[in-house]
């Protein structure tokens, strides 16, 4: 017999294909010139049914966002995880893992974060409509970060709200120049995140 789909499950699947949609929307449009019928259109949805799920385009845009930071950080903590110490091997794990995600999710991907940032730079009513919205994103990369780490009986030796600050603020950074630059910046970042960490002895 055929499970019965609850409501909230019809909602959570509508949301996925919706933000599924918006990632390969804006990547392949940017931000700016990406449109809310394009995202509906390429989900096989209605305007409407962004509209239920998200307020603005901004909003549906931090969503993305958000969504990648916790695959980001459930790779780091899944490693993390099978490790009774940081070692040479560790790094080099994350690093790769790391590596892929952003060689999947494509450089235009990571120069989004920053034609947004300059979107918001640029309009103070955008960037005061979503300052909320960014913040939530923090705090639920920082409480998923704590998470990760009671699991892992780790301690973080900054504040959980600091790191998740400095994932946001560093990893498309990391992910542009080191595709445009031909350089690996991903073990040595993942080296300094990663110097902010205490396993237990």
Known sequence: M??????????????????DAAENVFSEKGFTAATL????????????????????????FLA????????????????????????????????????????????????????????LQRNPEARERVAAKRSEVVDKLAAFIVDSMDALGATLLIPARTFAHALVATSDSVVLSSQLDDVDLYRPMVEMYTSVIKLPD
Do not use: C, P
């Open 2 to 19: 055929a499970e019965r789909w609850t409501r909230e499950r019809r909602l959570e699947h509508t949301r996925s294909l919706l933000l």
């Open 37 to 60: 019928d394009d995202i509906a259109y390429a989900a096989g949805y209605t305007k409407g049914a962004i509209y239920k799920h998200f307020t603005t385009k901004e909003d549906l």
């Open 64 to 119: 993305v966002s958000d969504r990648y930071w916790r695959r980001y950080f459930d790779n780091f903590a899944e490693v993390m995880s099978a490790a009774d110490r940081v070692g040479a091997h560790e790094l080099d794990e994350i690093a790769e893992r790391w590596r892929q995600l952003s060689i999947d999710r494509g450089a235009e991907h990571a120069a989004l974060g920053l034609e947004f940032a300059l979107y």
